[in-house]
């Protein structure tokens, strides 16, 4: 049994920066408890073939310390995950964060005993933590989504998901590998398994929009030039709706003809990057200039692959471009050219089921000596609920949620003090390049915590009507976008079974988020429950 001020929950990118804060600046006895053996979340467990991220690598990490940004160098436009974890590593070791985190170790319950305000938190090797403070810090996409198609236990070969890749190298060399899942994992993975495997057969139940990555490697004058601007880049990621190192233009697609409009989209696309939906700044929230870009890509995909069959049913969108995550991709589109490369659509033939030897669609039998799953996560809230929370008067997480995720700008829940969320359900998160996300709510939560020490306060909550305008705010903000018009995607829990539909991450921009929070901050939490 151990005693301290602050627990958190996972050791990635918001666990390691969170226990800096709580450990260095405020001087708390803090802990990290992580599943993993080693540091890293997200870029712990993805390790399959082709990870790497989409953001570019001179944005993707902390931006609080001049001297950790400018002592680490990044190579390429985009980092690979084994680059990321190295990056991850560094940063622990500069801050030697390791000592204050255990491995292997995986919460089971966390409880709030009211008469000590603390939390019981209660782990798989029957280890017991009682705590002031409780920071979950599990990642948005970190709880796997296995589908549950019959028969799935009676395959005899290989199967994996993308999310829980072995560490031990998967040999695909004379193998016919049958993948499910096209979204932003699929399409990294895919050309890399068509490179390798004797056959890669593509079960797409829904095309997804991608855009060519162009990674390549940063030139000196690159790098030089990152770091010298550090200040000035750190202040336009805070800027922008996405901390993402570009702007909206002013300029709608309809200030254009089509042929000047469709050459600044050529420009986008020869560029790469997820800035295409910047190309003109209504693409994200007005269909009719949606359907301009989503034309363009179109054209794209025709104009790559040879297959007029598989152009089709690689075109054959069901949401307007950005209304589901838009992926990048390198050499996604070409690599339909291959002859080892087969795709089948399953809007036209389902999975009927698994069988010992593959997978069985109404059209016939795919014989498979592996299955890859790249079917995505329970978004959001998979990882915080399997945590399996209860607050005061036994009020148990999953069934507060039940009708959807309730929390006051993501960060806190009613009914459960002194538990703060980061990146969680009601944050701009996953709409975000995550790492600014994360750092400016690690802040955030580190203030609070700081004002409650500071005033020997026992105790923070929200309450239900904080709760109930946030969730009103989201639901205003959404409808600005087109993030509705997708018609099954899991930023509305549409990809499990059961889970409530509710759009999930805040889509009013990191700007007008933050200044939420900094004006919450700055009444010195009033509206909040603080005893
Ligand atoms: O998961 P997804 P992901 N039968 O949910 C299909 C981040 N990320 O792991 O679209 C058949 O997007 C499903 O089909 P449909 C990023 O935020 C970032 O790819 O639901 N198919 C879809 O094609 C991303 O958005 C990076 O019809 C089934 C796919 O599986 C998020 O993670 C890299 C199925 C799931 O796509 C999640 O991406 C990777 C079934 N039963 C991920 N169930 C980078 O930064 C699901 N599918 C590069």
Known sequence: MKYLDALIIGAGFSGLYQLHCLRDKLKLNTLVVEEGKDIGGTWYWNTYPGARCDSES????????EKIFKNWTWKERYPKQNVILKYLKYFSNEL?????IVFNEKVISAKYIEKNNLWKVQTNNKKKYYTKYLICAVGSLSSINVPKIKGINHFKGQLHHSGRWPRKK????????????????????????????????????????????????LTKKNIKNYKQNFKKLRNFLKRTPGGHPFEFPKKSAFDFNETK??????????????????????IVKNIKANQTAVNFIKSKIYSTVKNKKYADILTNFDHPFTAKRPTLNTNYYEMFNKKNVE?????????????????????????????????????????????????????NLSKFWSKGPKSFLGLLVPNFPNLFIVSGPGSPSVLTNVPVQIEQHVNWITNCIKYLEKNRKKSIETTNLAAKKWQKEIMNSVKKTLFMK????????????GKPKTFLPYPGGMPKYKSECIKVEKNKYKELKIS
């Open 170 to 217: 998967i040999n695909f060399k004379n193998k016919i590998v049958g993948q499910v899942g096209t979204g932003s994992t699929g399409i990294q993975i895919a050309p890399e398994i068509a490179k390798r495997a004797k056959k890669l057969i593509l079960f797409q139940r829904s095309p997804n929009f991608s855009i060519p990555a162009r990674n390549r490697k």
């Open 486 to 497: 997708a018609k099954s995607s899991w930023y509305k829990g549409d990809n499990i079974p």
């Open 343 to 395: 795709l089948v659509d399953l809007k036209q033939s389902p999975i009927i089921k698994i069988t010992k030897r593959g997978i069985k669609t109404n059209k016939g039998e795919y014989i498979l000596d592996k299955i890859i799953f790249a079917t995505g996560f329970d978004a959001l809230t998979g990882s915080i609920l399997k945590l399996n929370i209860t607050g005061k008067k036994g009020i």
């Open 261 to 282: 409009r469709n050459l600044l989209y050529e420009k986008s696309w020869q560029y790469g990057t997820l800035s295409f939906r910047a190309t003109f700044n209504d």
């Open 58 to 65: 001179f944005t993707y990490g902390f931006t609080f310390s």
């Open 96 to 100: 030697k964060l390791k000592k204050n």
